[in-house]
C-alpha cells in the first residue's frame, strides 16, 4: 500500500532494541508518520500482509532470523519501500541487503535528521506526479507512469521503487550516455554521490528482469568509463 498525500504514511520498524525503535517512532511521529514496531524477523513477515506499511525500516541483527532472510521472504510478495539499518557499514554487507532488495541502507549511528531524509526521500520516488508524457516505449520495452508499471515481451515486470526511478530515467533519456554520478543524483540524491558500488547491484537486478541474456543486455549497456545507455534501436 502507498498512501495518498491527503493519507498518514504508515512505518513499519523493525528493530529488536526496544530503546533504538522507540527513538525511530518518535522520530517518525514528530514528522507526521504512524508507525508499528516488532522485534523480530518473523512478526515482521507475518505483519506486512496484515498492515500493509508504507515503508519498513529493518534491522539486520536480529535475535531469530537475519534480516537478509526477512528482506528476501517479504520481496517474494511485495516491493514495498525497505530501508535495511545495520550496527556495520562493511561495503559485503551492504551489497549483500541492495542484492536482496534493499531499497536503501543506513549504517548505525545516524542522526535522526538524516534517517527522516532517507525516509522522505524514497517515499517522494512513489508519491511523484507524472509529467505529460505517461506512457514511454523503447523497442519491446513499455511504462506506464500512471500505473507505474512495466511490460517487456508482454510481460509485466515486478520492481522496486529504486529499479522503477532507474528504468524511468533510462527510458525517459534512451539514446543517451547517463552518467554513474548523474543516476546517483536522480535515484539516490546526494548522499550517495560517487557510491557506483550501489547502482551496480542495482542495475544488475534491473538487468534480470528486462534482459534476456543479462551478460549481454541490449537495453541497458555498459558505456565504460562514463555510465549506461539505453539503444533506441
Do not use: C
Request: no cysteine; net charge negative; aromatic share 4%.
Amino acid at each position: 500500500m502507498v498512501a495518498t498525500q491527503s493519507e498518514t504514511q504508515n512505518i513499519l520498524i523493525v528493530e529488536d532494541d526496544h530503546d533504538a525503535a522507540q527513538i525511530m517512532a518518535s522520530v517518525m511521529r514528530d514528522a507526521g508518520f504512524t508507525t508499528e514496531a516488532v522485534m523480530n524477523g518473523n512478526a515482521a513477515i507475518d505483519r506486512v500482509p496484515i498492515d500493509q506499511p508504507d515503508l519498513v525500516l529493518l534491522d539486520l541483527d536480529l535475535p531469530d532470523i537475519n534480516g537478509l532472510q526477512v528482506l528476501k521472504s517479504v520481496r517474494e510478495t511485495s516491493f514495498l519501500p525497505m530501508i535495511v539499518i545495520s550496527g556495520l557499514s562493511d561495503q559485503r554487507q551492504k551489497i549483500a541487503a541492495l542484492e536482496a532488495g534493499a531499497d536503501d541502507f543506513l549504517a548505525k549511528p545516524f542522526s535522526s535528521d538524516e534517517l527522516l531524509a532517507r525516509v522522505r526521500a524514497l517515499l517522494r520516488r512513489i508519491d511523484w506526479t507524472p509529467e505529460p508524457r505517461t506512457n514511454l516505449r523503447v523497442r519491446r520495452l513499455e511504462l506506464d507512469l500512471p500505473l507505474r508499471q512495466a511490460i517487456i515481451r508482454g510481460k509485466r515486470l515486478h520492481l522496486t521503487p529504486i529499479e522503477y526511478g532507474l528504468l524511468t530515467i533510462l527510458m525517459r533519456r534512451a539514446g543517451e550516455i547517463i552518467t554513474h554520478d548523474e543516476l546517483l543524483l536522480a535515484v539516490w540524491g546526494d548522499n550517495y554521490q560517487g557510491d557506483y558500488s550501489v547502482l551496480r547491484v542495482n542495475i544488475s537486478r534491473l538487468r534480470q528482469k528486462l534482459e534476456q541474456n543479462p551478460r549481454r543486455p541490449e537495453y541497458i549497456v555498459t558505456v565504460a568509463g562514463h555510465g549506461y545507455t539505453m539503444p533506441m534501436e
